[in-house]
C-alpha cells in the first residue's frame, strides 16, 4: 500500500484551515493546480473523497474532518522527531506549543518567559491564549501540545499534572461604599453586587463554587470579557469581585485602588498542565511542571 506523503498530509491541513484550495495553495507556497493535484493523489491514496468541490465552496467531509485531525498529529510527531535529532536529544529544546487561559496568563507568563530562557535557552516556545473549551480543542487536534489550565474542569483523552492550588479572594475598592471588607458577609451583598467574568471563562464557575455564591441576585447582569475590564469596574466601585492569590502583586492591580482580602471558608482552584495521552512528550512536561511550581 502506497502511504501518502507529508507533503500531502501539510497540503490537506492547510485546505481544512482555510477552507480554499486558492488560500490554502499560497499559504503553502506552490500553485493551485499543483496544490489541487497532491489533494486529488492523497484522496486516491486513501480511497476516500476528503472534500466536496463546488465552484463556490470548499467542504470538508466528515471523515475528511478526521483525517485531518490525524494528519496534525502525524505532522507534529514528524517535527518532534526532526527536533530531537537536532536538539541531541536535550528535553525542552525545539518547538513547544503552549496554550494558556486567560486567567493565569498575565500572573504566570511574566515569571515563567525568562526562567524558561534561562533554565532552557533553546526552546522555541509559542502561545495561545484562549480559553479552556478551545485550546483543550487544539490540544486533541495537535495544534498545541500542551495547556496550563484551571482547574476542576471536565476534559477528555489528556493526562493531567496539577500544580498548586490557587485560593480565591475578596477584591474591592478599598474605599467601597458597597461594602465593609472586615465585615464581609455573603448572605448580606446588595443586589447585583457580585462582579464576574462571561460565561466561558472557567473563573466564573469557579468563584461561584468557590466562594459560596448560591444568592444569583448578589451576580450582575453585567459579565466582563476580560480581566481588565472586570478590574477597571470594581476600581470604579460599580461592584466587588474574586481574584485568586495568583494576581497578588501583579500589574493588572497596579495604579488602582483595588485591594483584595481574605476569605472566610473560600477554597480555590487548582492550577494544572495538560497533555494529549501517550505523549512521547511527558517527560518535558513533568520538567516545565516543576518549573513552574518553582516559580
Given amino acids: 500500500m502506497k502511504l501518502p506523503t507529508i507533503k500531502q498530509l501539510q497540503y490537506f491541513i492547510a485546505l481544512e484551515t482555510h477552507q480554499h484550495f486558492g488560500h490554502a495553495a499560497a499559504s503553502c507556497f506552490i500553485s493551485q493546480s499543483a496544490f489541487s493535484v497532491a489533494i486529488k493523489e492523497l484522496e486516491s491514496h486513501l480511497g476516500i473523497q476528503l472534500v466536496d468541490r463546488t465552484n463556490k465552496r470548499v467542504t470538508i467531509t466528515e471523515t475528511g474532518r478526521d483525517i485531518a485531525r490525524q494528519a496534525r498529529l502525524c505532522v507534529q510527531n514528524i517535527e518532534y ?3 530531537i535529532a537536532r536538539s541531541n536529544q536535550q528535553p525542552l529544546t525545539g518547538k513547544l506549543s503552549l496554550g494558556i487561559i486567560p486567567t493565569i496568563a498575565p500572573f504566570i507568563l511574566p515569571k515563567l518567559m525568562p ?6 535557552p533553546d526552546l522555541k516556545l509559542y502561545l495561545r491564549e484562549d480559553t479552556t473549551q478551545s485550546i483543550h480543542k487544539y490540544l486533541l487536534s495537535g495544534e498545541l501540545d500542551i495547556i496550563l489550565i484551571a482547574l476542576p474542569y471536565r476534559l477528555s483523552s489528556v493526562e493531567v499534572m496539577p500544580l498548586f492550588e490557587d485560593r480565591f479572594l475578596l477584591a474591592c475598592n478599598k474605599n467601597s461604599n458597597i461594602i465593609q471588607p ?4 455573603i448572605n448580606k451583598l446588595p443586589p447585583e453586587s457580585i462582579l464576574l467574568l ?3 471563562h472557567c473563573l466564573r464557575d469557579h468563584a461561584l463554587s468557590a466562594c459560596h ?3 444569583q441576585e448578589c451576580v450582575s447582569r453585567f459579565s466582563a ?3 481588565l475590564t472586570l478590574i477597571g469596574m470594581v476600581d470604579a466601585d460599580i461592584g466587588i469581585t474574586y481574584l485568586t492569590e495568583m494576581s497578588l502583586g501583579s500589574t493588572l492591580l497596579q495604579n488602582t485602588s483595588v485591594a483584595t482580602y481574605p476569605l472566610p471558608n473560600a477554597t480555590g482552584r487548582k492550577i494544572g498542565l495538560a497533555w494529549r495521552k ?3 512528550r511527558f517527560e518535558e512536561f513533568k520538567l516545565l511542571g516543576q518549573l513552574i511550581q518553582g516559580l
Avoid: C, M
Fill in 182 to 185: 472586615d465585615q464581609y458577609d
Fill in 213 to 215: 455564591i448560591k444568592n
Fill in 81 to 83: 522527531l526532526t527536533d
Fill in 225 to 227: 470579557s476580560s480581566l
Fill in 198 to 200: 462571561e460565561d466561558g
Fill in 115 to 120: 526562567a524558561l530562557s534561562v533554565r532552557y
Fill in 278 to 280: 501517550g505523549s512521547a
